[in-house]
């Protein structure tokens, strides 16, 4: 029996070892991920920063950097890495103008601003069948990206008279950004 128990004891310190050696390579890991994602920040921020001086300021290798953000960065013309400013989740949508040719660019930097685009194209598309409820339980001056949502009456009204007024009115679903290259 006296023999058990150092084993024992053994088996518990090498388990130790082995959790404390997991934490410890899964706190490199975070922290390694957390400084790649600020080489991009740095970068933003001080434009003649290069991609190797960040590096160096951060203190990681550069194949981390794009194994985790790639697509965060991208070579210019003469083969320098550059931070891309326009982040992953950035979407320009696209809302109806009191003019019929008029549509207005409205750019959401997360799900939250585009779900509260999308209730407030449900509640016009209800007012436009004459539903007004939804629309008057809509939040006054909510602006995303610089844009204010119309939810007054008579805007709304002069809205759905330009829909109205519009050739196609699938013209709006398939309409597309065009992007320079």
């Known amino acids: 029996m006296a023999n058990n128990r150092p084993r024992n004891r053994t088996r518990q310190a090498i ?18 991920y957390k400084r790649s ?12 920063l290069s991609f190797a001086r960040a590096l160096r300021k951060r203190k990681i290798d550069g194949r981390t950097v794009l194994h985790h953000f790639g697509s965060d960065f991208e070579k210019d013309s003469s083969g320098r890495i550059k931070a891309r400013s326009i982040g992953r989740r950035r979407q320009t949508l696209f809302i109806p103008g009191s003019e019929p040719s008029q ?15 999308g209730r407030w194209m449900k509640a016009l598309n209800a007012a436009g069948r004459g539903d007004f409820p939804q629309m008057d339980k809509f939040p006054r001056n909510k602006s995303i990206g610089g844009v204010r949502l119309p ?5 709304v009204q002069r ?15 398939y309409r597309t950004l065009a992007r320079p290259s």
Request: without cysteine; charged residues 40%.
């Open 15 to 32: 388990s130790r070892r082995k959790v404390r050696a997991k934490k410890v390579a899964s706190s490199r890991r975070s922290s390694t």
């Open 37 to 48: 994602s600020l080489v991009q920040r740095d970068m933003l921020r001080d434009p003649s």
């Open 103 to 117: 549509d207005i660019p409205v750019p959401t930097k997360s799900a939250r601003e585009r779900r509260l685009v």
């Open 151 to 155: 939810t007054n009456r008579n805007e």
């Open 159 to 173: 809205i759905l008279k330009a829909l109205a007024e519009k050739e196609s009115p699938y013209e709006r679903l």
